[in-house]
T-cell receptor, first 113, second 112 residues
Framework: NAGVTQTPKFQVLKTGQSMTLQCAQDMNHEYMSWYRQDPGMGLRLIHYSVGAGITDQGEVPNGYNVSRSTTEDFPLRLLSAAPSQTSVYFCASSYVTESTEAFFGQGTRLTVV | AQSVSQHNHHVILSEAASLELGCNYSYGGTVNLFWYVQYPGQHLQLLLKYFSGDPLVKGIKGFEAEFIKSKFSFNLRKPSVQWSDTAEYFC??????????FGKGTKLSVKP
C-alpha cells in the first residue's frame, strides 16, 4: 500500500538549473496538488489538478510547471531554479470533494544554491 | 479569500500537561476542517476532521477538537500530552479549489 510516493527526497540545485519532482499515487484519486512548506508560512498551494489533462494554478505558481497525463502521476517542474525556491515540497492526493482528507507524500527537501 | 489562523507559533509543555491549540477560520461556504500533525522529518498525517454533526470530534492518539460555529473556531485539545506528541500541528480548511488552506502551524515541544 504505497499511497503517495515522491522522489527524490533531497536535492541540491544550482541557480538556473531545471529539474522535475516526481509524484505518484496508487489510490485512484482524481485530485492531486503540490504544496511548498516554508518556516512560519505553513503550506502554500503551488498547482493542482482535478483529473488527467486538467491543471490549474494555486497561490504561488510562478517558476513552476505541471502536467497531468495520467491519473497516477503529477510531476512538478522547476524551469530555472532560484534560491527563493529552496523549500520542502509536498505532493498530496484526494478524491475530488472538499470533505475528504488529503494524503501526503514524504516530501522533497530542495536547496538551490 | 479564505484563511486559517493559528494562535500560537510555539508551545512548550511538560509531560502530562493539558494542551489546547487555537485555530480560527474564515467562512468559505461549506465547513470542512482538519487538523494535521507533522512529526520531525516526516510528512503530514491527519489527526481528525470535521464536516458536520457532533461539533466535538475525536481523532487519533487521544486528540479531539471542538467546532464552535459562532466563533469560527476549531481548537485542538489533548488532556495529557506525551513526549511523543512533539511535532508541528497544522489546522486546515477545505478550499473552493478542492485544496486545503493551511494555517502557519504550531510547533509543540513536550519536555519529558
Amino acid at each position: 500500500n504505497a499511497g503517495v510516493t515522491q522522489t527524490p527526497k533531497f536535492q541540491v540545485l544550482k541557480t538556473g538549473q531545471s529539474m522535475t519532482l516526481q509524484c505518484a499515487q496508487d489510490m485512484n484519486h482524481e485530485y492531486m496538488s503540490w504544496y511548498r512548506q516554508d518556516p512560519g508560512m505553513g503550506l502554500r498551494l503551488i498547482h493542482y489538478s482535478v483529473g488527467a489533462g486538467i491543471t490549474d494554478q494555486g497561490e504561488v505558481p510562478n517558476g513552476y510547471n505541471v502536467s497531468r497525463s495520467t491519473t497516477e502521476d503529477f510531476p512538478l517542474r522547476l524551469l530555472s531554479a532560484a534560491p527563493s525556491q529552496t523549500s520542502v515540497y509536498f505532493c498530496a492526493s484526494s478524491y475530488v470533494t472538499e470533505s475528504t482528507e488529503a494524503f501526503f507524500g514524504q516530501g522533497t527537501r530542495l536547496t538551490v544554491v | 479569500a479564505q484563511s486559517v489562523s493559528q494562535h500560537n507559533h510555539h508551545v512548550i509543555l511538560s509531560e502530562a500537561a493539558s494542551l489546547e491549540l487555537g485555530c480560527n477560520y474564515s467562512y468559505g461556504g461549506t465547513v470542512n476542517l482538519f487538523w494535521y500533525v507533522q512529526y520531525p522529518g516526516q510528512h503530514l498525517q491527519l489527526l481528525l476532521k470535521y464536516f458536520s454533526g457532533d461539533p466535538l470530534v475525536k481523532g487519533i492518539k487521544g486528540f479531539e477538537a471542538e467546532f464552535i460555529k459562532s466563533k469560527f473556531s476549531f481548537n485542538l485539545r489533548k488532556p495529557s500530552v506525551q513526549w511523543s506528541d512533539t511535532a508541528e500541528y497544522f489546522c486546515a480548511s477545505g478550499g473552493s479549489q478542492g485544496n486545503l488552506i493551511f494555517g502557519k502551524g504550531t510547533k509543540l515541544s513536550v519536555k519529558p
